[in-house]
């Protein structure tokens, strides 16, 4: 009942920016971390940045000082702004989120983890 929706996805030239985003949908009661996690073929998902319910960010020492997460909570997004982009960038990138879902009346279930469909971020010249 609960949907993460991304789009920004695509092809880069080295150097160049992207802006990744993500919606989510559905019976939304509250929504605790949002973050962004990324997988390269042949190689285990990592995270690439979150951030908390009170804007508190963590950064993967990778992509420090060229990238900028930041969440709306009104709308319930998360973005990723992507600049100074690396070859080593090119990945699936996912969005998660922890959500508790809101149940008939007042009542609340969760949290639960939340994934998005994956978006493809190539960068190559």
């Known amino acids: 009942q609960v949907q993460l929706v991304e789009s920004g996805g695509g092809l880069v030239q080295p150097g160049g920016s992207l802006r990744l985003s993500c919606a989510a949908s559905g019976s939304i009661f509250s929504i605790h971390a949002m973050g962004w996690y990324r997988q390269a073929p042949g190689k285990q998902r990592e995270l690439v940045a979150a951030v908390t319910s009170g804007n508190r960010v963590n950064y993967a020492d990778a992509v420090k000082g060229r990238f900028t997460i930041s969440r709306d909570n009104a709308k319930d997004t998360v973005c990723l702004q992507m600049n100074s982009l690396k070859s080593e960038d090119t990945a699936v990138y996912y969005c998660?989120?922890?959500?508790?879902?809101?149940?008939?009346?007042?009542?609340?279930?969760?949290?639960?983890?939340?994934w998005g469909q994956g978006t493809q971020v190539t960068v190559s010249s």
């Open positions: 998660n989120a922890a959500i508790r879902e809101q149940q008939l009346g007042a009542v609340w279930s969760g949290p639960y983890e939340y």
